[in-house]
């Protein structure tokens, strides 16, 4: 569609293709860094001792392989997402990143079954700690879309 405004024609399906074509130029480098963010300084705080999970960490931990476990485990876990934060930086490393993603969701979101008290306030009414683990869909999500992203093996070995 072009529009005419006192002698300046505005060619809106111009624009909108490049308004696309940028977004789709930043929209992986702009992922992969945010995950990055998300997870390494999610880690760093866990390693510090100040992240606001820890009592769920400790009651999942209770809960499942006993409490006697959680400081192995909590470093653990830091340590991991510290690593799949850098990971995401690089390209090369996506199809070693996204399946340690992908089980550390499993872990993560499984309070939402197994401590359900710790989550939900009412049914579909979730705590201030149901929020922080449902958001992750958005992170599932995001990664999802830089692993559609990738370059086939195929491509990259010639």
Not at 23 to 49: M, N
Not at 98 to 124: D, E, R, T
Request: aromatic share 12%; proline share 6%.
């Amino acid at each position: 569609m072009i529009v005419t405004m006192t002698n300046k024609k505005i060619d809106y399906a111009h624009i909108d293709l490049k308004i696309i074509a940028f977004f789709r130029r930043l929209y992986i480098p702009v992922a992969r860094f945010s995950i990055f963010l998300i997870f390494f300084w999610f880690g760093i705080i866990k390693l510090l001792g100040l992240s606001p999970a820890s009592p769920l960490a400790q009651a999942l931990t209770a809960q499942t392989i006993g409490i006697q476990y959680f400081d192995t485990l909590f470093v653990l876990l830091s340590i991991m997402e510290c690593i799949i934060g850098i990971l995401f930086l690089f390209p090369k490393m996506t199809r070693v990143v996204i399946p340690l993603l992908l089980a550390h969701m499993a872990l993560v979101c499984s309070p939402l079954i197994l401590l359900p008290g710790y989550i939900w306030q009412y049914p579909f009414v979730p705590t201030l700690e149901g929020q922080y683990i449902i958001k992750n869909a958005v992170v599932i999500a995001v990664a999802i879309g830089i692993a559609a992203a990738a370059q086939p093996i195929a491509k990259t070995r010639k």
